[in-house]
């Protein structure tokens, strides 16, 4: 049986407590995947290395509402802490390169304005930009069975970035 996991950034999550998904995550759980009463779900916040699982005790087209029958530890975070500078490609290339990323668990992604980066947008269309990756890197992690998404942080200049402090620092 497919267990399904989400991301609950900011709902409180409690064991024994009964909650209400937000309402995108309802909308997931009772239109797409059309589950039932009684169906398990694992949810995760990312604060914690754990995850809840949860049984569903009230769905209709809108609202889900489940309850936190127990907490597990999960231990399969990387212990190193990698943090990629990638320069902005053209297409949904980029995206592809968020979701490894996740996969493989690294911690953070930066991604470089360089001189030869033919990617001009707005602040405004590069924050939504940004709010997009991070979606991805969300769902990746849901996937993959992380508990802390990978963060995606503001883009900035190659040079910006390689004047920050790094531990150890590879540039390839």
């Not at 995108?24 to 589950?35: G, N, Q, T």
């Not at 053209?90 to 980066?117: N, R, Y």
């Not at 849901?142 to 998404?149: A, K, M, T």
């Amino acid at each position: 049986m497919r267990m399904t996991r989400l991301y609950l950034q900011d709902t409180p999550l409690k064991q024994d407590e009964c909650i209400t998904l937000p309402s995108e995550a309802s909308h997931y759980i009772a239109r797409v995947l059309r589950a039932k009463l009684g169906d398990m779900l694992h949810l995760f916040d990312g604060k914690n290395p754990q995850e809840y699982i949860a049984e569903i005790i009230d769905i209709n087209k809108k609202v889900v509402l489940v309850k936190i029958n127990s907490i597990h530890k999960v231990e399969n975070e990387s212990p190193l802490s990698i943090h990629i500078g990638q320069a902005l490609v053209k297409g949904d290339k980029l995206d592809t390169i968020i979701q490894k990323s996740t996969e493989l668990g690294v911690k953070a992604l930066t991604p470089l304005i360089t001189e030869h980066c033919d990617y001009k947008l707005t602040k405004e269309r590069m924050l939504k930009k940004c709010q997009h990756w991070q979606k991805i890197a969300i769902s990746a992690a849901e996937q993959s069975g992380r508990v802390f998404p990978m963060q995606i942080n503001e883009p900035c200049t190659l040079q910006t970035w390689l004047d920050q402090k790094h531990q150890h620092c590879l540039i390839l």
